[in-house]
C-alpha cells in the first residue's frame, strides 16, 4: 500500500516537471521517460505506468473528437475548430472522423463534454422514451 | 386510436431535443459494487450519475483524476471502458400516502407484486434536517401499548427512542407492537370519525435483514391490519451494500413527506447495526481511511444526520412529527462498542433489552435501571402521569432490593412490602407479542395495583387478576373507559367511579 502511493506521488510529480505554463512539454516527456528507463529504480515501470496515465489524462483534457456520418466540408470544419477553441481554449487539438454508424449529424466530444447531435443518439433517445 | 397517434407524436416531438451537453466519463474500474470513473469533471456530490443499461450510481468521492460511484441494480452488465454520464439530479425517492400498504425497496420501487405505484411527489434522500426555529417541544404521546414503555419510557411524537439489545431479545418486536398498535388507534379514530386524532403513519425500514423476516413480518402486518397505515422499506442481505446505505435515508425521506404535509410519521430502523456495516463495506471499497473497528471516520454523522431529520414541528412549517425508533444489535450485551455508543448519544433515551431477563419469562425483557426517555412525562396522557409518576423509581428500587433479598437475610417489613409490590409490578408488565394494551386500560390497571387492590393476589395469579379486572372493565364498565380516553386525566369523580368499580371486581375475585 506505502509502496502504491509512494509510486504515485513519484509519477504525479514526474509529470509536474513536464508542464510549461500549464501545458504538457513533448520533450520534457521523453526525456522523463528515457531517464527513469535509465535510472534502474526497482518500480520504474510501475511509475512509468502511472506517467503514462497521467499523460493520457491531460491529452484527454486538450482534445475534442468531431464525428459525423459523412465528410463535413473544409469551411464548415473551419468554423467548428474556429468554435470550439473559443470554448475550450486555443491548447485544444480537434480531430475529424467519418463515423457511419452515426447515420447522421454529428457528435463532439471535447473534453469530458459530449454534444450528440447525431441520429442514432436521438434513436436512442426515442427507444428509451417509448 | 387517435389518442394512440397522439401519444406516438407526443413521444416522437419529445425525443426531438436539440443536442445538448452532456458530461461523460469512462469506467476505469469494476469491483463490488463500486466503479471508479474517470472524467466526470463537472459531477457533484451524491449527484445521480447513469451509467447505462438502466443503472445508476451515485457520486461518493471526488478525487482529482477520478470519481468513486456506487452503484444500484445490477452491475454485472458493466464492463470496464463503458461511458457514463451526469444527471444533474440527487437521488429521489417517491413518497405520498400511495406508497402505504405497499412494501418497496430503497428507490421505492414496488416488490410486493401488487403494480406499480402512481407517486406524484419526490422527495431527495438526503436532505438538511429541520432547523431550530421550525421545530416545537415534543408534548404528545406514541402510545406503544406495551404497558411498561407507556408507562415507564414514554415515547413523544418526534422523538427518537433506541431499541437496543442482544439478538433474540425482542427488538424488532417492540416496534412491531407499536405499528399495530398504531393501527388499531387509527382504525378506532377513523370508525368513530373523531376528526381530533392525529392518526401516525409508519414506515418500517428493514436493513440486511432476511427475505424470509420480511416476508414473515408483512404477514403479521397484513393479519394485525396494520398494513393500510404502514409502508416496509426492503432492504435485505442479498440487496447490494448501496442499497442497505440508502434504504434509511429513503425511509427518513418519506416520513418527512407526513411530516411537511402536517400528519405524523413513525419511522422504525431496523437495524443501524447492519446498515453501519453496510457504510463501513462501502467506505472500504472506496478507499476512505478507517477508523476503530475499521468504521470510517464519519460513521457518527451517518446516523446523527439520519436521526436529526426525526423532528416535531412548528404549526407554519407543516405542524407534523417524524419519530424514530431506531434499532441496535449489541454482541453480548456490550453497550460500549463503537457503534451502540454512537447512537446512545444521539437518541433521545433508549430502551435496553436484557437477555437474562429475557430468558426468566419477563417479556419484554426491558431492563428499566438503564431504559431512560429523555422527553420523560411530557408525552404521557395526564392519567398516566397520575398513575406511573413513581413507577419507574420503585421499580428500580426493588430491583436493588431484590438482589440483596435472594440471599436469603432476612428483611424488615417495609422492606419486604416494597419488595412483594415490585413482583407484582413486574408481572404486571409481562405482555405477550402482537397484543397492544389501549392506554385507558393501562391507567385502570396500574390505579388497581397502586392502591394496593392487588397486595393479597399471589404473585403467581397477578396476570390472571389482571385479566379479570381488564374484562370485568371491558364487559361491564365501558363508559368508564371511554371517560378515562376521553378525559385523559383521573380526576375526583373518575378515581371514585374506579374505587366502586374495583370494589364491585374485588367482590368477584376468588
Known sequence: MKETQQVKRDAKQLFRLCLVNGLLDENRVDQVVQRVIETGYRNRFKVLAEFRRWVRLDRTQHMATVESATPLSAEFQASLQAKLLQIYGESLSVAFAVDPTLIGGIRIAARDDVYDGSVRARLAALKTAF | ?510
Open chain 2, 1 to 510: 386510436m387517435p389518442d394512440i397517434l397522439r401519444e406516438i407524436e407526443n413521444q416522437i416531438s419529445q425525443a426531438k431535443t436539440p443536442a445538448t451537453k452532456q458530461n461523460v466519463g469512462t469506467i476505469r474500474e469494476l469491483a463490488d459494487g463500486v466503479a471508479k470513473v474517470e472524467g466526470l469533471s463537472e459531477a457533484m456530490l451524491n449527484e445521480m450519475i447513469d451509467l447505462g443499461s438502466g443503472i445508476t450510481g451515485l457520486a461518493l468521492n471526488l478525487e482529482e483524476t477520478e470519481v468513486g460511484v456506487i452503484l444500484m441494480g445490477d452491475y454485472t452488465q458493466l464492463e470496464e471502458g463503458d461511458e457514463v454520464r451526469t444527471t444533474g439530479k440527487l437521488l429521489q425517492v417517491p413518497v405520498g400516502k400511495q406508497l402505504l400498504g405497499r412494501v418497496v425497496d430503497t428507490l421505492g420501487e414496488p416488490v410486493d407484486g401488487k403494480g406499480p405505484i402512481q407517486s406524484d411527489a419526490f422527495y431527495p434522500v438526503e436532505r438538511m434536517a429541520s432547523g431550530i426555529i421550525s421545530r416545537r417541544p415534543i408534548n404528545h404521546p406514541v402510545q406503544t401499548g406495551i404497558m411498561s414503555i407507556d408507562a415507564m419510557i414514554p415515547i413523544g411524537r418526534g422523538q427518537r427512542e433506541l431499541i437496543i439489545g442482544d439478538r433474540a431479545t425482542g427488538k424488532t418486536t417492540i416496534c412491531t407492537d407499536t405499528i399495530i398498535n398504531q393501527a388499531r388507534l387509527n382504525k378506532a379514530a377513523e370508525d368513530a370519525g373523531d376528526t381530533g386524532y392525529r392518526p401516525l403513519y409508519c414506515i418500517y425500514v428493514a436493513i440486511g435483514q432476511k427475505e424470509s423476516s420480511i416476508a414473515r413480518l408483512t404477514a403479521t402486518f397484513e393479519k394485525a391490519g396494520a398494513m393500510p397505515w404502514t409502508t416496509i422499506v426492503a432492504a435485505p442481505a442479498a440487496d447490494s451494500a448501496t442499497s442497505q446505505y440508502l434504504a434509511p435515508f429513503a425511509g427518513a425521506a418519506m416520513g418527512e413527506w407526513f411530516m411537511d404535509n402536517g400528519m405524523d410519521a413513525l419511522v422504525v430502523y431496523d437495524d443501524l447495526s447492519k446498515h453501519a456495516v453496510a457504510y463501513r463495506q462501502i467506505s472500504l471499497v472506496l478507499k476512505r481511511p478507517s477508523g476503530r473497528e475499521a468504521y470510517p471516520g464519519d460513521v457518527f454523522y451517518l446516523h446523527s444526520r439520519l436521526l436529526e431529520r426525526a423532528a416535531c414541528v412548528e404549526e407554519k412549517y407543516g405542524g407534523g412529527s417524524v419519530t424514530a425508533l431506531p434499532i441496535i444489535e449489541t454482541q453480548a450485551g456490550d453497550v460500549s462498542a463503537y457503534i451502540p455508543t454512537n447512537v446512545i448519544s444521539i437518541t433521545d433515551g433508549q430502551i435496553y433489552l436484557d437477555s437474562d431477563l429475557f430468558y426468566q419469562g419477563i417479556r419484554p425483557a426491558i431492563s428499566v435501571g438503564i431504559s431512560v426517555s429523555r422527553v420523560g412525562s411530557a408525552a404521557q396522557i395526564k392519567a398516566m402521569k397520575q398513575m406511573a409518576g413513581h413507577l419507574k423509581g420503585d421499580l428500580a428500587q426493588f430491583e436493588e432490593l431484590a438482589h440483596f433479598a435472594q440471599f436469603g437475610s432476612e428483611v424488615d417489613a417495609q422492606t419486604q412490602a416494597q419488595i412483594d409490590r415490585g413482583e407484582r409490578i413486574v408481572e404486571l408488565f409481562k405482555q405477550p407479542q402482537y397484543n397492544p394494551i389501549p392506554v385507558e386500560i393501562q391507567v385502570a390497571v396500574i390505579w388497581l395495583v397502586q392502591n394496593q387492590y392487588a397486595d393479597d393476589v399471589p404473585v403467581e395469579r397477578i396476570k390472571e387478576f389482571q385479566a379479570k379486572w381488564t374484562d370485568f372493565l371491558t364487559d361491564r364498565q365501558a363508559e368508564l373507559l371511554k371517560k378515562i380516553a376521553q378525559e385523559k386525566e383521573l380526576g375526583d369523580a373518575l378515581q371514585a367511579e374506579l374505587k366502586d368499580a374495583a370494589d364491585a371486581f374485588k367482590g368477584t375475585w376468588k
